[in-house]
């Protein structure tokens, strides 16, 4: 996005109110359409965007937006239907991106209708987001926090070191030449408000947080010969469908 990119936001609830508070506060020029005036009302407190009571799917409130000068368009209505059908219309406005969120992913399974059909750039859908998050998090074990990178090629570990870790005290290349069956690096330590990117002779030392660079099917083998525990959480409640 350039700077001086105006933005369209459709629906000024939590995602819709954040969005604009972000893109304000770094600069960018911000128009929004509500219809609930107490939520504009509020919004005007500490937003410095142009706000305008209207509905989404009246073609009067696009036209006093000035839609035709969009060039970004993000639809966060609380409505599935109404934030597809704002991408079709922004379309016929001219508005050249278009950014939508959707609860549910039914109208939009490529049998029928398409996101191309639809005009939409992209979909985003919070709750398949948060999902992923917990899943995440559920994969942590003993303080240790595995994440993808590089398409799920690369696994990055990040460990605390306490008093019991094999890593203690150890530097870099002491490791290296332990277990140099692997392909592995120690990138990053993070030392107290500190990060440094390690060379080969500095120690690790204790409450230090290590991050570590692996392949994929590497990085559980590898943890294993370091002795880094990783344990599996067998037993698991839900509360909520």
């Not at 140099?180 to 080969?200: D, K």
Request: charged residues 25%; negative net charge.
């Amino acid at each position: 996005m350039s700077q001086d990119e105006n933005t369209l936001i459709l629906g000024i609830g939590g995602v819709g109110m954040h969005l604009a508070q972000r893109l304000v506060h770094e600069g960018y020029p911000v128009t929004v359409i509500e219809a609930d005036a107490d939520l504009l009302a509020e919004a005007a407190e500490t937003l410095d965007a142009r706000l305008i009571c209207g509905n989404a799917m009246q073609l009067s409130s696009w036209r006093e937006a000035h839609a035709e000068d969009m060039e970004l368009l993000i639809a966060t209505t609380n409505d599935d239907s109404t934030n597809m059908l704002a991408s079709l219309i922004a379309d016929r406005f001219g508005i050249e991106r278009k950014i939508v969120r959707a609860r549910s992913i039914d109208l939009v399974d490529g049998s029928i209708l398409s996101q191309e059909d639809l005009k939409i750039d992209l979909i985003v859908h919070p709750e398949e987001l948060v999902a992923q998050e917990i899943f995440r998090l559920v994969q942590r074990a003993s303080c240790n926090d595995i994440t993808p990178v590089g398409d799920g090629n690369m696994r990055v570990l990040a460990m605390r070191i306490n008093e019991d870790s094999p890593l203690l005290f150890k530097t870099p290349k002491e490791l290296s030449a332990t277990h140099a069956e692997y392909n592995f690096r120690v990138v990053a330590i993070a030392r107290g408000i500190s990060t440094i990117i390690p060379q080969a002779e500095e120690q690790i030392r204790p409450f230090d947080q290590v991050f570590i660079m692996a392949r994929t099917e590497d990085m559980l083998p590898l943890m294993d010969m370091m002795k880094i525990e990783h344990k599996i959480i067998e037993h698991m409640m839900i509360l909520g469908g």
